[in-house]
């Protein structure tokens, strides 16, 4: 890899003078009477540069959460569950599933949208966008937030997904089928695009900053909230609603992970199916479900005396280009975007006291995951508690990087990892501490949330606790 200094060597004088004489005017010396500088000295005014910048952005803090899940219709009762270790998976309810391999599905339970949405616009909303408004307004709620006192043109909203609203699509292509024409209703292909759940929550509250989507399959969640983190770094918001969503538990998506045999056939005990580095794991569990977290510049939170639960460090992501589905054997992909969320925060491998990984029980995956964490950790890899978020709720998809990234909040706040459930057969290719069964009690400074997907889409955060 080139370095700055190689770079610099390779300059025009012109151009490296020009270069020194900018540094040399910001350090508040007048260039016409100092000498040129050396590569060191310019080595020097960069690094001091940077750590400015490093120094001066604004700080990114996380004030409510709110969640619809399969253990839990709040972000409180998820958390509490996956501390208890239940599982949220069972056979599946919404279609019927007999003719599938898989038949089992981590479902939402009991959801009822009308508790936040009027009657006749919840039947006009996919699934994802009626669980992202339930959950976002429990969000608000829960950072001591009211619409009516945020400035909408400082508020934005950023959501995750990997298919979006495609059950409204699905429903009426069954409605249609062995007809000539295709029975559209009003409004039905827009409540069914990827971006309406997003619309559906600012267009709630009114907030009129960003609004992003961000499509990357199993990455969305975790890409949604780093993207969320910058909008309010460079100022263009102070408060973000950021977080993912799927609500998928269809024919579309059994049918095609069973071609591709991704997902679990362990049909007769459901809350044992999810076994993520466990050496009987034969496929992950199809969920849905979403988080939202409120992040604020740490200023805005300050001024109104707001509860901090821990404040967003870093991320970064990254591309394996190797294969649609499977993961690349040398795991660089995955170690990029792990270093750059180390880099990103400022931090060092000594600094993480907890990954969350994407370990989603697949045979690949979770091995691949396993050698990623231990080629950016070395030997340190092996005093790091591990645990899989997925162990309970399955995959949920885009939903899931913003599940797992509140699990890591949570653990942050209150000090606890939660365990990874069904594991009890070591394998070795799985030699890491992944927190068997029961939840653990050590404090935790930083913690990373791993997400790497379908298309090979790689995005890690880290969040850790607040310090003034």
Known sequence: MTSVRDVLKRLPENVRQALANELLSMNGTVP???????????????????????????????????????????????????????????????????????????????????????????????????????????ALEDAGLKPDDIDGDRAGVTMGTGVGGMDIFVAAIKRSAGKKKLRGRPMETINGLPNIASFHISNAFGFRGPLNTVVTACAAGTQSIGIALEEIRRGTADIMLAGGVEAMVSDVFYGGFEALRATTTRNDEPTRASRPFDAERDGFVIGEGTAILVLESLENALARGARIYAEVLGWGQSADSYHAAQPDPTGSGGALAMRGALSDAGLSIDDISYINAHAAGTPLGDAHETLVIKEVFGEQAYDIPV???????????????????????????????????????????CDLDYVPAVARKTEIKAALSNSFGLGGQNACLIVGKYLP
Request: hydrophobic share 40%; aromatic share 6%.
């Open 32 to 138: 016409d009477e100092a000498p040129p500088p050396s590569d060191e000295a310019i080595m020097a005014a960069l690094g001091a540069l940077a750590a400015e910048e490093q120094q001066t952005r604004r700080r990114v803090v996380v004030t409510g959460m709110g969640a619809v899940t399969p253990v839990g219709n709040t972000a409180q009762e998820t958390w509490e569950a996956l501390i208890e270790g239940k599982s949220g998976i069972g056979p599946v309810t919404q279609f019927d599933v007999s003719p599938y391999a898989s038949r089992i599905g981590a479902e939402i339970k009991e959801f009822d949208p009308s508790i936040r949405i009027p009657h006749k616009e919840a039947r006009r909303m996919a699934r994802c966008s009626q669980v992202s408004v339930v959950a976002a307004y429990e």
């Open 387 to 429: 645990s899989s978020t997925k162990s309970m709720i399955g995959h949920c998809f885009g939903g899931a990087g913003a599940i797992e990234a509140m699990a890591c909040i949570f653990s942050v706040f209150h000090d606890v990892v939660h365990p990874t459930v069904n594991y009890e057969n070591p394998d070795p290719e």
